[in-house]
């Protein structure tokens, strides 16, 4: 009886054993499942996620970049680049902000590889110098017949955009009245001595092209009775600034009280940045450069180089840069009582200048300036 007992309890205690190993068992599974459904979970979610960033980077990589070599004014880029990127969101424009003379060098060099696209902004000079050596694309824009000849190329390559009458510019806290000079001759008199801040000529198409000017108004036969001009000019110059926001910040600082430069960017520095700065037109006439546009010949975004070019010419693009930007259109197809204000009261006298003799000689002549009169009276 006895053992049979131990037999009977035997067999309890394994059966128990073996409930409770199975019981084990089972909840070891079911764990293993759960943690393998939050992995599976975890993966989707990584999937998901990985497949999101993957659209992203696709969407990114389909946006094609057009590359802009331009001079305008930062606060011009701001404001087409978002309405140009919305207009064409197929598209990213990025700018490279340079002087025109230094992107007629650039574009020289990346000839047999272009690296830029369009060409936004530069003189006239600058882009007939382009057009000779062949750095320039063929396209007739839509507006093309809303040009007069003088500003654009006869073979499509390049078109005026905005209009910039060089004038005398000054510091408003500094001159007024009788103490403001009224022509370019005046700049020469000697109570101006250190007075006369100069953006750094040779990067800069703007200051090149009235320095020629200077020289062709003198006699464009003999350079040295311009030559002598300039001389004049630098002994009162007190310094010539590395780019155009030190020659503005040394303006504002009362570093010195005049200086010569285009409309559009007094009038910007002016009414949107509050600068004391004021310009006189000079009585025997203001040089009135063409400011240009062009795509860069073996463009590697054509088309995209051909959007912005439209998109920069759009009628109202053209009329708020011209309201909020100073900028005066190039078109003749522009109704004058649709421009803003400021232009229709532009007392705008152009002196007679022959570009074509600029275009030829701008660089000797900038280069004799550069290495025998800069710095030197």
């Not at 010949?297 to 693009?317: P, Q």
């Not at 649709?338 to 200048?353: C, F, G, T």
Request: hydrophobic content about 40%; proline content about 4%; charged content about 30%.
């Amino acid at each position: 009886m006895k053992k049979m007992w131990n037999k009977i309890v035997m067999i309890l205690f394994t059966m128990t054993l073996l409930a409770i190993f199975t019981v084990g068992c089972s909840k070891k599974e079911d764990g293993t499942k759960s943690t393998d459904a939050n992995s599976n979970q975890t993966n989707e979610k990584k999937e998901e996620t990985g497949a999101g960033e993957e659209v992203k980077e696709k969407a990114t990589k389909e946006k094609t970049i057009v590359t802009v070599y331009t001079g305008r004014d930062s606060a011009v880029l701001e404001y087409i680049e978002p309405l140009f990127e919305e207009a064409h969101p197929e598209y990213d424009v990025e700018f490279l902000n340079m002087g025109a003379q230094e992107i007629l060098e650039r574009v020289r060099g990346e000839k047999e590889n272009p690296q830029g696209d369009f060409w936004w902004g530069g003189t006239q000079a600058a882009f007939e110098i382009a057009t000779a050596e062949d750095l320039l694309e063929v396209y007739r824009p839509s507006f093309a017949d809303s040009f007069p000849e003088e500003y654009k190329d006869a073979q499509d390559r390049w078109y005026g955009e905005i209009l910039l009458p060089e004038v005398i510019m000054y510091n408003t806290d500094m001159l007024t009245g009788e103490d403001v000079p009224k022509d370019w001759e005046d700049l020469l008199d000697a109570k101006y001595k250190d007075q006369i801040l100069i953006r750094n000529v040779l990067p800069s198409g703007t200051m090149r092209t009235i320095y020629s000017c200077m020289i062709v108004k003198e006699d464009a036969a003999n350079p040295e009775k311009g030559y002598e001009w300039l001389r004049k000019l630098d002994a009162n110059t007190k310094e010539y600034t590395q780019d155009p926001t030190n020659l503005y910040l040394k303006m504002t600082r009362q570093e010195g009280s005049l200086s010569l430069w285009n409309l559009q960017d007094i009038m910007i520095q002016k009414m949107t940045n509050n600068q004391p700065f004021g310009y006189v037109m000079p009585e025997s006439g203001a040089p009135i450069l063409v400011d240009a546009v062009a795509i860069v010949k073996g463009a590697k975004n054509l088309e995209g180089a051909k959007a912005f070019y439209e998109f920069i010419f759009n009628d109202k693009i053209r009329l708020d840069l011209a309201e909020n930007m100073f900028q005066i259109p190039a078109q003749a197809n522009i109704p004058k009582e649709q421009l803003p204000q400021w232009i229709q009261d532009l007392d705008l006298k152009a002196m007679e200048v022959n570009w074509q003799v600029i275009a030829e000689k701008e660089m000797e002549w900038m280069t004799y300036w550069d290495e025998n009169i800069k710095g030197k009276n």
